[in-house]
């Protein structure tokens, strides 16, 4: 089989899988509906492997598959771009979404959409190909909508739960706004570069580097800047960054299989993995590169806050996710985009072990999510909990663990940058490791570790997991720990992405940390000597003072610091606003509207008006009809005199 | 003075239907009351002989005989072959309405076929006496059959309306005629054109007559402000009467606009062509708008017919021969719809009861679903909706006009057939969404049913697949105006 038709396969595979599990998934039945859907993702996965070989052997590629429009001269096109940084997202998305639908077997095996489900995460591994292997934007576009689709359908999986009705609405609704300034920087880049390939737009990027734009007219701004910002807006609604963020947490009323592959391992990424995609034009704009650092640093700690004080099991993990895409969109901001791309990787790896060992604890305590409920599972799921201890070891960054590498390489980074807001990144970075060690060893503390809390009959029927869960659990634990130990050398130091992605000289950190660099060990000597290693002991030790030792601790701190724990509990007030603000004031506008436009003028004037003047007249010209002969002839004899007279007007 | 034999194959259509409605008319006489239904074959049989005699004779290349008065063309056969299939069609879906009304009688047979010989003639006429002799038999046969329930007063008044407005209309296309003559010194198509191209004619006679030609013609046609004969003709004659008076003479009207602005008066066109524009967007705004507040749908679908003569005059005041073709298509597409609609009306129609109302059609679907959809696709396709020949008329005429630069009148005649769609869907909805008022059984001749059936579908048919016809129009148009 030619390279050729093994790109084909990737993306098709999954596709395959998907039509067929949901238009004939009756006929298949349920295990006929996992078999296929199972086969198609490892197809894809063994496929991704073949070409990662190939790729690191040198054979990059980059052309169209199929040319869908042609206007003038702008062409559009289904195209693949394969380079190692494609790859990369590849491997990472087959791989998850593989491990995903194993567990979905066991996860999902009493509910009555189970061929559906299979069929949607399927599309989704499908559309999130197409995203990551594109050659050009508007194939892009077409997997981030794809994508942004599934995700939508995946959070109203049980469609009569009104919250999770709820949530997709505000999920879809979100990423309208996000998507929108995607749509707005795709459409100035075809205005300006005149494509929509990746490879012509990068080549022309330089030569109007210095161009502006009049948004107001008689003050120009730098055109990079703008396009790279509005990009940059389609990437804070898909990684949920401040302050589009709000979507995330709600999208875990989706059952968990979805909230680790989509909404921890990969969607999310997807912003984070658009900008590296696009490093030759961030490059060109300072600017924007700052504002890209200042809103990560921000996501990165004021998410990490939240983790703190929620008791919903998933919800934890979930603005753990927040606060590490946080970290990733810092990582873009100072120029370290393979820095980024390394954290997305391994966060990708135990974000999912983290989820997917929530899910076993849920499924266990038969759907409970609820902290205060659990404690002490530990000697019932001794696997679960292994490897949950795995996943927070490495989400806090303890060495030699894979989180410790990526964040610590983002912190290193942050601190050589010397762009605006450098300074705040820095700290925010800094006071989240210690937020993040705190938060997720609460989480630990509390689940598994304790005295039971649940009622007798839920215990009386706790067990591990079945091996359809723990496998996956077990495969992901592998790459949580030895994946940041094994990547970052060739990853992050050396020239591992070639020319797919572009830092300029003098740019940021990543130059900086290459010069400082003398290999694993070194590196991880200087780890456990520096301040963010010791800040992460500390959120250990004190999630473990208050949550093992003096557990009365915390309601004391509830106590004392009323205010912020209600604007924690209110979770900022973005909800909040956004619903008095943007919802309450659309459907005051939709009322508006509605009544003076489309009540009065559209119905009342025009539809019913029209008619009320047609039927006036008619009833009118109808009276003209007398019955009375010499009316008739009258009429035509004016008749003629009209037409006479138009002769003479003429004349 | 020698007398030289005219050629009489051009004329052998016309000479074989007077020759038989002659035979027919003595036949009739010694036909009793319960045979009555040989007159009615005999006269299918004439049409059918004259149909052969059209289609047989056919050459294909333009003819003139009679030295120059009588023009035998492609599109005179085309529309005289129309013509006499509208009054077979016509017979079969009145046969059993005039039994019941005794009405079925050599008389109205008879009538029909002198009508029919007038359209024939006024179809093929090159000369204005000749045109104004077709015009006199159509005119005074209608008016005979109009009144043929003598005991009715409403059809008494509809004849006696149309007898004396018929009569001021030939006054004033006398009128204009002979302002012709007197300017050009012809009677002859050809010479009168020719007369106006040397430019010996004095254009201000010329014009002062078209006026009145136009008024004459109008009338014929049934458009505003010439149109107030056809509501109380359609309602006040006999339903039988009205789809022979909706049909077949408008067909005679068309050849009658061709013959006399097109062939005679080409070269005045900038003139005419303003006249017919104000005449063509009054018809269409009172046709439609009025037809909106009627009850009885006769006087509904006489309105109707005047919008769409409004409609085959935006052909031909487009002025090139595309407009022609595409008046022509409208021409024949409405009397194809015209037949059908009023074909229904007779069906539903029984000894004692005119289904003329338009309550009659409550329900129809519960009643006979298959006369509903008949209806329906009538409906639809007067309405001019797509996959329909009415949607191809409307949009041939409409293209012609754009063709001809007229943006704001086919935006007006859009406007116009949309408020148009208004009524035509009512009839519609009071078929398919009201409960039906009256549930007497429907019954009908076998024949009755299947024509309106082939009627129905090939309205259908032609607007799937009308090219055929476009292009047979488009043919008879360009072979018998070249000349």
């Given amino acids: ?651 | 003075m020698t007398f030289a034999t005219p050629n009489l194959v051009p004329v052998y259509p016309e000479i074989f239907l007077l020759v038989a409605l002659s035979a027919i008319l003595i036949a009739d006489l010694f036909v009793s009351e319960t045979h009555r239904f040989l007159t009615y074959a005999y006269t299918q049989l004439a049409l059918v002989g004259t149909a052969g005699f059209l289609v047989l004779g056919a050459t294909g290349v333009p003819l003139t005989t009679f030295g120059g008065m009588f023009v035998d063309d492609p599109m005179a056969r085309t529309l005289k072959l129309v013509a006499v299939l509208a009054v077979a069609l016509m017979l079969a879906y009145s046969r059993s309405y005039n039994q019941q009304r005794g009405l079925f009688r050599g008389e109205f047979h008879v009538l029909i076929l002198f009508a029919l010989l007038g359209i024939m003639v006024m179809v093929s006429a090159n000369h204005f006496l000749v045109l104004y002799l077709g015009l006199e038999l159509l005119s005074l046969s209608m008016c005979a059959l109009i009144a043929l329930q003598r005991d009715s007063a409403q059809s008494t008044e509809a004849a006696m309306k149309y007898f004396v407005l018929a009569a001021l209309a030939s006054g004033l296309l006398l009128y204009g005629l002979s302002m012709l003559y007197g300017a050009t010194g012809s009677l002859q198509m050809a010479l009168v054109s020719n007369s106006i191209l040397s430019g010996s004619a004095d254009p201000a006679i010329l014009v002062f007559g078209l006026v009145f030609v136009v008024a004459g013609l109008a009338f014929k046609l049934g458009v505003v402000p010439f149109h107030m004969w056809v509501p109380d003709v359609y309602e006040g004659a006999p339903t039988a009467v009205t789809l022979f008076v909706s049909t077949a003479p408008k067909i005679a009207a068309f050849a009658f606009f061709m013959r006399l602005l097109v062939g005679a008066l080409g070269s005045l066109v900038s003139d005419w062509q303003s006249m017919l524009v104000i005449v063509s967007v009054l018809s269409m705004l009172v046709g439609n708008v009025t037809a909106i507040a009627q009850t009885n749908i006769k006087r509904m679908l006489a309105y109707s017919t005047i919008s769409h003569m409004g409609f085959l005059l935006l052909g031909i005041l487009s002025g090139s021969l595309g407009g022609y073709a595409a008046a022509m298509f409208y021409v024949v597409a409405y009397v194809l719809m015209s037949l059908g609609a009023f074909g229904v009306i007779l069906l539903l129609g029984r000894e004692g009861f005119e289904a003329d109302q338009l309550d009659d059609f409550k329900g129809l679907n519960k009643r006979n679903p298959w006369v509903a959809f008949m209806m329906l696709l009538i409906m639809i396709s007067m309405a001019g909706v797509p996959v329909s020949v009415g949607f191809f008329a409307k949009l041939s005429v409409l293209s012609a006009v754009l063709d001809a630069g007229m943006t704001w009148l086919v935006v007006v005649a859009v406007l116009m057939s949309l408020i148009g769609a208004f009524y035509y869907l009512r009839v519609i909805k009071l078929m398919y969404m009201d409960e039906p008022e009256d549930t007497t059984p429907i019954v009908a001749e076998a024949d009755h049913r299947i024509l309106i059936g082939l009627n129905a579908l090939a309205i259908l048919v032609l607007g799937i697949l009308p090219q055929p016809l476009i292009d047979l129009c488009l043919a008879s148009i360009t072979q018998s105006m070249r000349g």
């Avoid at chain 1, 390279?3 to 396969?9: A, D, K, P, T």
């Avoid at chain 1, 690191?56 to 559009?76: C, K, Q, R």
């Fill in chain 1, 1 to 651: 089989m030619s390279m050729h038709s093994l790109y084909l396969l990737v993306p098709l595979a999954p596709l395959a899988g998907s039509l067929l599990a949901g238009l004939f998934g009756r006929q298949l039945g349920r295990a006929g509906s996992h078999t296929v859907t199972i086969l198609g993702v490892a197809l894809s996965f063994l496929a991704s492997l073949v070409i990662a070989r190939d790729v690191f052997a040198g054979h990059l590629f980059n052309g169209p598959v199929y040319t869908w429009l042609s206007v003038e001269d702008i062409t559009m096109s289904v195209g693949f771009l394969i380079d190692p940084l494609t790859v990369t997202m590849m491997l990472v998305v087959t791989f998850v979404s593989l491990m995903v639908h194993i567990y979905t077997i066991g996860y999902m095996e009493e509910d009555p959409g189970y061929q559906r489900f299979f069929s949607y995460i399927s599309l989704f591994t499908f559309s999130m190909l197409m995203l990551v292997m594109a050659n050009n934007f508007l194939q892009l576009f077409f997997g981030w909508e794809a994508v942004g689709l599934v995700s939508y359908l995946l959070i109203g999986f049980w469609y009569t739960r009104p919250t999770a009705i709820y949530a997709n609405l505000k999920a879809f609704l979100v990423n309208r706004v996000g998507d929108l300034g995607f749509l707005l920087g795709i459409g100035l880049i075809l205005a300006h570069f005149g494509s929509l390939d990746y490879a012509t737009v990068f080549e022309r990027a330089p030569l109007v580097a210095h161009d502006t734009i009049e948004l107001v007219s008689g003050s120009p701004v730098s055109l990079m800047t703008v396009v790279c910002i509005l990009l940059f807006i389609g990437a804070m609604g898909k990684s949920a960054q401040m302050p589009l963020h709000v979507w995330l947490p709600d999208s875990m009323e989706g059952p968990t299989p979805i909230s680790a592959l989509i909404h921890a391992a990969t969607m999310v990424t997807a912003g984070i993995f658009m900008v590296s995609r696009m490093s030759p034009l961030f490059e060109l704009s300072e600017t924007a590169r700052s504002v890209v650092l200042v809103i990560g640093a921000s996501t990165a700690l004021f998410m990490a806050f939240l983790g703190i004080i929620q008791n919903d099991i998933k919800r934890v993990v979930a603005y753990s996710t927040l606060s590490q895409l946080g970290y990733m969109t810092v990582a873009l901001g100072a120029s370290a985009y393979p820095v980024a791309i390394f954290h997305l990787g391994t966060h990708a790896f135990f974000k999912a072990l983290l989820f997917l060992g929530a899910g076993s604890v849920i499924h266990a305590m038969h759907h409970e999510q609820d902290m205060r409920n659990m404690g002490g599972l530990r000697k019932y799921m001794p696997i679960t909990y292994v490897t949950a201890l795995i996943g927070s070891l490495a989400l806090s960054g303890i060495p030699p663990f894979a989180g410790f590498f990526s964040k610590d390489a983002i912190i290193e980074a942050v601190q050589a940058s010397s762009l605006p807001g450098a300074g705040y990144a820095t700290f925010a970075v800094m006071a989240g490791v210690f937020v993040t060690a705190f938060y997720s060893f609460r989480m630990l503390f509390m689940t598994f570790h304790g005295k039971p809390r649940m009622d007798e009959h839920t215990r009386e029927h706790l067990h591990e997991s079945p091996w359809v869960i723990t496998l996956p659990l077990i495969l992901l634990a592998i790459p949580s720990v030895v994946a940041g130990y094994m990547a970052i050398d060739p990853m992050v130091m050396g020239n591992y992405f070639g020319n797919a992605i572009t830092v300029l000289p003098g740019n940021g950190g990543l130059h900086v940390l290459r010069e400082e660099w003398h290999g694993v060990g070194a590196f991880m000597a200087h780890g456990v000597t520096a301040l963010p290693f010791w800040l992460a002991i500390a959120g250990i030790a004190c999630a473990a003072a208050f949550y093992l030792k003096w557990t009365g601790v915390p309601d004391i701190f509830m106590a004392r610091l009323r205010g912020l724990y209600t604007l924690l509990d209110n979770k900022y007030y973005f909800d909040r606003f956004n619903e008095i603000v943007f919802a309450g004031g659309a459907r005051e506008v939709g009322t508006g509207l509605w009544r003076v436009g489309d009540m009065r003028l559209i119905d009342g004037v025009m539809v019913n008006g029209s008619a009320n003047l047609v039927g006036r007249l008619s009833a009118r010209l109808r009276r003209v009809q007398t019955g009375y002969i010499y009316h008739y002839a009258f009429i035509m004899i004016f008749g003629v005199f009209i037409l006479m007279s138009l002769w003479f007007v003429k004349a």
